[in-house]
């Protein structure tokens, strides 16, 4: 690890100010920042230690909207009685994502900010080149190993999953991030790779995630996040499913449904084909895996990360089912 | 060296005490407080920290290494190239076997695998040598790697591993029924929660050597022989190893990198490897592909086994797995024949992992056996009873003892397996498929001989010395377990010291061997102490059992009386007192008497004295058959282990407690090779690219069922001194095929290659 | 200006000058902090580069091996301390980013008299462990997943355990240990 500058903010302001300086990073949890410095993948020349600002750790929930300080801990959210009740879906996700004791440590702004786990770009060393570290420099991931690979959202620069949960029901359910100056959609904060993978969020030098806002609705309420993975607990998902629910009083037809998919595409990845298919349609199980399967619309295996094609709508529709069966 | 105090094992009664006791570890205070300090954690002054760099082509030369940069960082103190290390002497092998090359260099300058050591930087801190070794610039002129097995020939065949009795191929081709498949385990990994690293100090021509280590004379002899000083120079500390697992028991390139750095710099060095340089700095289990061929009659009786077996090596080492352990022994059958070869690829040479050999052994044929079941419909437990091997069929010899037909009976009983249904896909809970599955395994009693010092002390006290080593088998445990017995004493009184090579000398910890060991020589080294104290009893003239018609003394919770119960009967001390003696010491070994002192240095520092299994009429081994449940998800093919019976054959268990712990463990590390591990190489660069925990997979918490273990063993007078056969390496031995075929029966899918990842059921 | 110094460091106001105050430019550069921490209640004072993680900062600065470093990336849960009695990894935690907070490791678990805390009471008459490698870790996760009410049922105490991992496969009689705990801390 490079050695760098240690600053601590103690406001927001002066966390903005300082984060564009040139070479700055901000570091909250720090489990992705510190993770990635030791990777020699993040070679910050100050870091800008946020942890310590008050107030930013807030978690404000009512049933028709969640707002979220940047600097509250996953395991708060996860365990916020309020989230459970209102937005279980924001909670599960939260308490499936790595371990007890990196939520107690990431922040909820940290977590968007969580860079992807493909094993070319953390090892600079053996692999240079990497569109998402280097542009221009190529990608090692295509033709290589690939069974962690996005199947959606991918492009010839750059195929590395977007790893987190907790993002996925935020796209779900139109959550927006706060940065002071602007609100932008969380769908929209997250960049696909396109031609230029360095590019994965739409924040500017300076700016500071504040908080996320989360609108309820009944679909938030009967909501769910599945999570499939080859380890039972601690680990990323190989394929995952933000949705939530809401049917007509006759208790079988659909009238809203938000899907999300998670550890099969390059950013959180809202199948809203899904969406359109099931809308005042009967919760049936034949047509529920049909209408599952136009998730993976436009996916591109590279190999080994093939399955995922199969996986993915089954996660979808286990969950949409699963929750069309509780109360 | 340390000491444990009984202080909070002294809570348990005194029955648990005794060998055979659920003693807790005594080790375990100091564990569980932080205060138990590992190798490489003792703190001296003047500490510098060594940083390797790795390769990063798989084959080729280094052409160039540019080290300004990293020279003139803050910090730095060295930084060490092929060009620039001292040079070493080559050492000899574990079986003693003198070098082939005079001179050793343990950073290369000809690279055979990716992440082979180039250089290595040495700084005042650890952040300053991370930093600097990032800064070492290296040229490569690259040449094409042998990634895997599957891009070499047939390799290199290996006539020592060849089997044969009957004629298999004939009688194979005569058979009514026949199964023939090829089953395929990947590289696996260690994976200690310790990393390897050490300290190493020079003062003067004398090392010490601070290193987590499985054989602390044998890793003394190689630092002795590269750096040509005398054994007795090098003193190796390992008072406690954070796991092992087989990967522990040699002195390897970095640590030759550390020592030359110390003696360098006349300073002490640390060099720990990083988390992903524990991945390619040692060897993990090698690759490995079977072909099992079973003929067999219309009732099952097996007419011929014909098995192939390839594993990967080293291109500048060699590592046979031995392949076709379990499947010339486990099944009777009148025609046998096994081969094996080798394929060199661009590793780091492979090496011991829980149970080498008999691990990937058993998943071929303990797989086969399932299919040969299903072929003819034929219970698979049922099946290994038809076919249950009543003396050893290669050595023809008899077993010393074998519980395993107790083992299939318990096991099945306490699994319910008779409520099975038998179909494929017949048993189902909602989504999840249930599948049962069965699979016996067994691991060769691996004898050797040891010493021991025992010491009786004024007050009362014992303490036990030798340079053994516990990576939590228990050693610290059994071994003050087996001195109290014999000497007579409380538990709480006798202290054990081990991991220091300047006690009682060892050999490898190593193939379930030491607890046989070690407890043979420390019951023959305090009964030698006792005996002692007993003639001097009598036959001390201030002694008041002087005089006394007897021709012993019984002692029992430290006192000493006559047998018969007459006379005086007074403490150790005071007898000790009495006889005006500071300490009774006895250094007892099981070595034969014909040893030269030469055969007996061969004995501790390499394993070229270890005993055959087969030696005399016998034939030992430990022996188990695990019974295991599986869920299956039928839409995502996830794969969760919900229940294990296992019923185990160890002989005499030392302490039920701990050997419950091992074999446990032995087991989960199964459930990681069927479901989770593989270490999966990039083919373009020869290179790993799961070297790290979080994308090599070891089980988590969350994966593991309760477990439930059913010791069948008796006591097995053949295998050790106080009747015990192999604990440690025997669990995990059965366990991947008892999963596969659980799999195959809740699914009907047949996975023959390891891990049963979800994308091979879905 | 009103930038202030706390414990030998800069905290960051918005500069009105455009200058810290600590550097003569807008960069400030690489210097060696001078920090205390509060570790099992005592003061410690060290000075460390800002890269030092808390783990190193215990092991090789202060002499506190108990928590173990297995992983040094956030993958195994050997490394697990207290930061305001909260579980964390002291391997991706900078030491100067715990300045002011409280930090417990094992070796601050028993009572001042050797008193063994419950968990590890718990841990030896379970043979929750062998090499003991993971141990400190585990302990200190098992103590934490108690506090918060994750220990409620075999299955939930699984899940909260999952981030420490033991490749001894010590897990069912961890599962036994945190059991017994949490009940014998509950009565």
Known sequence: ?327 | MTVHDMKHAASDSARLEAVGGRLSRVDGPAKITGAAKYAFEQQLEGLAHAVLVGATIAAGKVTAIDTRAAETAPGVLAVLTPGSIMELKGASDWFGRPPAEETYCPLVREVTFSGQHVAAVVAETFEQAVAAAALVKVWYDETPAIVDLSDGSDGIPIDAMTKEWGDAQAAFAAAPVRVCAAYNTPREFQAAMEPHGLIARWEGDALTIWEPSQWLDGMARTYAEWFGVPFENVRLVSPYIGGGFGSKALALAHSAVAAAAAKMLGRPVKLVLNRPQNFTSYGGRAATRQTVAIGADREGRIQSIVHRGVNETAVDGMWVEPLGSVTSIMYATPNFSSKQNVVRVNTVVPGAKRAPGENPSAFGIECAIDELAYELGIDPLEMRLINYAEQDPEAKKAWSTRQLREAFAAGAEAFGWAKRSPAPRSMRDGHQLIGWGVAAGTYPVRRAYGEAMVKLLADGSAEVESSSIDMGQGTYTILAQTAAETLGVPVKQVSVKLGDSRLARAGVTGGSRLAGVMTGAVYKAAGQALDELIGLALSDPRSPFHGLQANTLVVKDGRIASPRGDGPEISIPELMGTLGREKIEAKGDTVPASFTPQQRYNNYTTIATAIPHTEGDYSRHSWCAHFVEVRVDEDFGTVRVSRVVSALDSGRLYNPKLAESQWKGGIIMGIGQALLEEGIVDRRHGRIVNGNLADYMLPTNADIPDIQTISVGIPDPHSSALGGKGVGELGIVGVAPAIANAVFHATGKRVRDLPITLEKLI | MTSQTHTGQTIIDPPEDGHFRNGSTNQPSPTTLSLHLTINGRDHALEVEPRVTLLDALRERLALTGTKKGCDQGQCGACTVHVDGERVLACLTLAAQVEGRSITTIEGLADEDGTLNAVQAAFLEQDAFQCGYCTPGQIMSAVACIREGHAGSDEEIREYMAGNLCRCGAYPHIVAAVRQAAKELRS
Not at chain 1, 203 to 228: D, F
Request: glycine share 8%; hydrophobic share 45%.
């Open chain 1, 1 to 327: 690890m490079k050695d760098f500058s240690y600053l601590r903010a103690d406001s927001v302001e002066a966390a903005r100010n300082a984060a564009a300086l040139p070479g700055a990073m901000l570091l909250a949890g720090g489990t992705t920042l510190v993770d990635l410095a030791k990777c020699g993948v993040a070679e910050p020349s100050t870091v800008i230690d946020i942890s310590h600002i008050e107030g930013l750790n807030a978690i404000d929930v009512t049933a028709d909207r969640a707002v979220i300080g940047a600097l509250a801990k996953m395991s708060q959210v996860a365990d916020h009685a309020a989230v459970k009740s209102h937005f279980p879906a924001v909670s599960e996700a939260l308490w499936q994502a790595a371990s007890a004791q990196l939520r107690n440590m990431a922040t909820i702004g940290g977590n968007l900010m969580q860079r992807t786990r493909c094993p070319y770009f953390r090892d600079p060393q053996n692999f240079p080149a990497c569109n998402k570290r280097s542009p221009g420099s190529g990608c090692s991931a295509i033709g290589g190993v690939t069974r962690g690979h996005a199947v959606l959202g991918t492009s010839e620069a750059c195929i590395a999953t977007y790893p987190g949960d907790l993002a996925i029901a935020l796209v779900a359910f139109d959550a927006e991030v706060d940065l002071g100056e602007r609100k932008l959609k969380v769908e929209d904060f997250f960049l696909a790779p396109g031609a230029t993978a360095e590019q994965e969020h739409d924040i500017r030098p300076g700016e500071v995630i504040t908080a996320i806002e989360i609108p309820g609705s009944a679909a938030t309420r009967r909501s769910t996040y599945l999570k499939i993975r080859d380890r039972q607990s601690y680990e990323f998902a190989a394929a995952s499913a933000a949705v939530g629910l809401e049917l007509e009083s006759d208790g079988r037809t659909i009238r809203d449904i938000r899907v999300a998919l998670g550890g099969v595409a390059t950013k959180p990845w809202r199948a809203r084909a899904v969406e359109e298919a099931l809308k005042g349609k009967s919760l049936e199980e034949d047509i529920v895996r049909k209408a599952s399967e136009l998730a993976m619309e436009g996916a591109v295996d590279h190999g080994a990360n093939h399955y995922k094609i199969a996986l993915a709508p089954r996660v979808v529709a286990r969950a949409v089912l699963e929750l069309g069966e509780t109360a």
